[in-house]
């Protein structure tokens, strides 16, 4: 097709024109210039893909263009873009033919700040990190088991099919009761904040899923509202947010009691897997049944020892046994202790006939007697005395007084034993 291309009408022309000559003509329209456009705008829905091109839209408050940066000029950025940042773009204005649509090649790209939704979203996060509605203080634990799940999304997304089969495939016996709401426009943030504060009235649900699958900034901006988010934290029922994709961020993420990367792995985690549940309880079982089996074999063992005990089986043999060891026992106590005490009579006895030995009174009885000045001083020698002095005489039997009439001084007397 020649660069001169006008649009003809099936009557002017010998036949009608093709889906993709018309494409074709409009590339060549718009691109016969070859010029380069300069462009400013914010991203939107920034997505790299595996051939290493990223797609993206550039967009500002009333309209929007798809955008692609090839591979061959990623490594020119020297920013790491995302979704929010606005930017300064050199492009080419081209068709993608097989779309049917144009959008910009962008050859340079340098950032330019924040966007406006991005700036929203960090003023937000701000005020209510402040009033600490992210505390995690105030996180509520999710229930061991749920019986019965809310799910606060639309009926139509992808959302809802995702968590319908993991929670079919985990949990069969779980009811979902499901509060259809719009997940994006004018609307979407009344009606998940009104379908939560429903269910929290219902009363009749054990944990609250809210989301919706993966998309641009704009798409999941109703979960980056000040009404979800109030919601969320009024809620007395556990809320898990299922938003976007694993690398999406809302405000209701950072509310919410749990936060999962995708629809899908919200239901993980609001339910646990039956199929696990049944190999514990089936291992529990095995374990109590060989606990069971090892308790009932040592019972049985004990009792097998205890009746082939002799005790048992001849009872009065061994009571006859004992009362004769107790007889010879006590026998035998009684000659040891008759033995010990003739040894002990025997000793004591010579113990006493030294003592009588010794005994003074033993002394006067073979006619001895002793001599005592009158205040009790024993007189042992005739020193002590003077002739007139007064004694007293201690006999065996009774006692005397007397006079001392003379005093002999001769040697001292030597008593050998």
């Given at each position: 097709?020649?660069?001169?291309?006008?649009?003809?009408?099936?009557?002017?022309?010998?036949?009608?024109?093709?889906?993709?000559?018309?494409?074709?003509?409009?590339?060549?329209l718009l691109e016969s210039g070859n010029s380069l456009v300069w462009v400013e705008g914010e991203i939107s829905n920034w997505k790299p893909s595996s051939s290493g091109h990223i797609y993206f839209r550039l967009k500002d408050q009333q309209s929007q263009i798809p955008s692609v940066i090839w591979r061959s000029n990623v490594s020119q950025l020297k920013f790491e873009p995302c979704d929010g940042i606005a930017v300064s773009a050199i492009a080419s204005i081209r068709v993608y033919q097989r779309?049917?649509?144009?959008?910009?090649?962008?050859?340079?790209?340098?950032?330019?700040?924040?966007g406006a939704l991005y700036a929203a979203f960090?003023?937000?996060?701000?005020?209510?990190?402040?009033?600490?509605?992210?505390?995690?203080?105030?996180?509520?634990?999710?229930?061991?088991?749920?019986?019965?799940?809310?799910?606060?999304?639309?009926?139509r997304g992808a959302a809802l099919r995702?968590?319908?089969?993991?929670v079919a495939s985990r949990a069969p016996q779980t009811d979902i009761v499901l509060v259809d709401v719009q997940v994006q426009g004018d609307k979407a943030a009344g009606e998940i904040a009104a379908a939560i504060k429903f269910l929290n009235e219902y009363g009749d649900v054990d944990c609250i899923i809210a989301g919706r699958g993966g998309g641009s900034i704009e798409d999941l901006w109703a979960f980056n509202e000040e009404i979800v988010a109030r919601a969320i934290f009024d809620s007395g029922i556990p809320v898990i947010s299922a938003v976007g994709h694993e690398i999406d961020f809302t405000i209701a993420?950072?509310?919410?009691?749990?936060?999962?990367a995708t629809p899908s792995a919200a239901a993980e985690i609001a339910v646990s897997d039956s199929r696990e549940n049944q190999r514990y309880f089936q291992n529990c079982t095995e374990r109590?049944?060989?606990?069971?089996?090892?308790?009932?074999?040592?019972?049985?063992?004990?009792?097998?020892?205890?009746?082939?005990?002799?005790?048992?089986?001849?009872?009065?043999?061994?009571?006859?046994d004992a009362v004769q060891t107790k007889d010879d026992l006590e026998g035998r106590c009684f000659r040891e202790m008759e033995v010990t005490l003739q040894k002990k009579y025997a000793r004591?006895?010579?113990?006493?006939?030294?003592?009588?030995a010794i005994n003074p009174l033993?002394?006067?009885?073979?006619?001895?007697?002793?001599?005592?000045?009158?205040d009790g001083a024993s007189v042992r020698s005739s020193e002590q005395v003077v002739p007139g002095a007064k004694v007293k005489l201690k006999f065996f039997k009774g006692s005397a007084g007397a006079i001392i009439d003379s005093i002999d001084n001769g040697p001292e007397t030597t008593i050998a034993f």
């Open positions: 097709m020649s660069e001169d291309f006008v649009f003809l009408s099936p009557q002017e022309s010998d036949q009608p024109y093709s889906i993709s000559e018309i494409n074709e003509g409009i590339a060549i779309g049917g649509y144009y959008q910009l090649d962008v050859h340079r790209m340098q950032p330019l700040g924040s960090e003023r937000l996060k701000a005020s209510l990190e402040r009033e600490g509605l992210f505390d995690p203080l105030h996180k509520k634990p999710l229930p061991q088991s749920v019986r019965r799940l809310g799910v606060v999304t639309s009926k995702d968590i319908i089969r993991v993420d950072f509310v919410a009691d749990v936060r999962a109590f049944t060989v606990a069971a089996r090892r308790y009932f074999s040592d019972v049985n063992e004990r009792f097998v020892s205890t009746a082939e005990n002799r005790a048992l089986r001849r009872p009065l043999r061994m009571f006859s004591m006895s010579a113990a006493c006939a030294r003592l009588g033993s002394v006067l009885a073979r006619g001895y007697s002793i001599v005592s000045t009158r």
